[in-house]
């Protein structure tokens, strides 16, 4: 938005909207009700119409309901949020009768010995909608009707399930989105039901360093890539194995799927990732950082990868599992220091000594 206003675009009103005449509008994807569009052609305004065609759709079908002859004997019922410029434009299909709920402790203000005909906003919750709709087939008069329509936008709620599953593998979600997005603050709650520890920001600016430090995760490694400078078996081969070992599986599928199952039970959450080896001895810059997400790299180390070339060249079956006790950081720098990444590593030993040694108890 800042960067259209750089180019000059002026957002206005609804009442400034009244006010223009002659003018060129552009109106966003929530959509608007009737009377935007008749003001529109009295005052000469061109309208870029850029509201979604679900949005539409659902406004129509919402008019058609309207126009029907048996109004009276019926509430047209809207779930979604008042003052919402989607939900202002849908009541606006009805000329203001709709009725507007918010949430299932609303809909017990509905008159039940009258049919009613429910639609959602687009962006509302799912798992709410089908509440509601549970909650009215169970209340409504047995001598009336109704009908729902499930007009929720799958954009977002097909989102839903890997949203869970993303919130509920990490230690600390920053949801970026804008404070006033219905979209946004829909999937934040859903993140912060999954993860507590979910906050939501528009900016770089409001990312709170105070919350990292506590971060660390436990990640079984799938695979490495070696930035080392020299390489374990340069030389002289050693008879303990080939001349070039194969590496396609360095780190063995068997035993990272016992860890996992191992973890499951014990309600010990892992992750798993590619582990990068670099010589050191220090933390990494930004730039580095970034290069090493870039090449699919997903944690940094200074260890591990020479001893697993050695032991696969050996022939030895290698389980890797390493913990994240620091983000470092490419868009927001962290300052990283040996002393919290000793503290970090402290604090998730016993979580990976309880799996390590179930392991070698099984194996």
Request: hydrophobic content about 35%.
């Given at each position: ?5 750089e ?12 006010q223009?005449?002659n003018a ?6 929530h959509?608007?009700p ?28 919402i008019?058609?309901?309207y ?6 004997e ?5 779930y979604?949020k ?12 009805t000329?203001?009768?709709a ?6 402790d609303?809909a017990?203000?509905l008159?039940?010995?009258?049919s ?11 798992d709410e ?16 009707t109704f ?7 799958r ?9 869970r ?5 990490h ?8 404070k006033?997005?219905?979209?946004g603050?829909?999937l ?31 990640v ?19 008879p ?8 396609h599986?360095a ?35 930004p ?13 940094v ?6 001893e ?6 050996c ?10 006790t ?9 300052q ?9 590593a ?18």
């Amino acid at each position: 938005m800042e960067r259209l206003k750089e180019m000059g675009l002026i957002t206005i009103n609804h009442e400034e909207f009244k006010q223009l005449h002659n003018a060129k509008v552009l109106l966003r994807a929530h959509g608007e009700p009737p009377e935007t569009y008749i003001i529109a052609k009295e005052n000469n305004i061109e309208i870029i119409d850029a509201t979604c065609p679900v949005v539409l759709r659902l406004q129509k079908r919402i008019k058609q309901e309207y126009m029907q002859e048996d109004l009276d004997e019926k509430q047209i019922v809207i779930y979604g949020k008042n003052g919402h410029a989607e939900v202002l434009g849908l009541v606006g299909q009805t000329t203001g009768k709709a009725i507007v709920i918010e949430k299932l402790d609303e809909a017990r203000r509905l008159d039940f010995s009258k049919s009613i005909r429910l639609y959602s906003q687009t962006t509302k919750s799912l798992d709410e909608f089908w509440e509601i709709v549970e909650y009215i087939k169970e209340h409504i008069s047995p001598d009336v009707t109704f009908e729902y329509y499930d007009t929720i936008c799958r954009q977002v709620a097909n989102r839903m399930p890997n949203l869970r599953k993303f919130a509920a593998s990490h230690d600390l979600i920053f949801f970026v989105s804008g404070k006033k997005s219905s979209n946004g603050k829909m999937l934040f709650e859903e993140c912060k039901k999954v993860n507590p520890n979910s906050h939501l920001i528009d900016s770089a600016d409001e990312i709170d360093d105070s919350l990292l430090p506590g971060v660390n995760s436990i990640v079984i490694i799938d695979d490495h890539i070696n930035f080392f400078p020299e390489h374990p078996l340069q030389g002289k081969n050693f008879p303990t194995g080939p001349r070039f070992p194969d590496m396609h599986e360095a780190y063995d599928k068997g035993l990272r799927d016992l860890a996992d199952g191992i973890a499951k039970e014990v309600g010990i959450e892992v992750k798993h990732g590619v582990y990068v080896g670099v010589q050191g001895p220090t933390f990494e810059t930004p730039a580095e950082y970034r290069m090493y997400r870039i090449l699919g790299g997903d944690a940094v180390g200074m260890s591990t990868v020479p001893e697993v070339i050695v032991a696969r060249h050996c022939g030895i079956k290698v389980f890797g599992i390493s913990i994240i006790t620091d983000l470092g950081g490419f868009d927001v720098p962290v300052q990283v220091s040996h002393e919290e990444v000793q503290i970090a590593a402290n604090n998730a030993q016993p979580k990976m000594t309880e799996i390590m040694r179930e392991m070698i108890r099984r194996s």
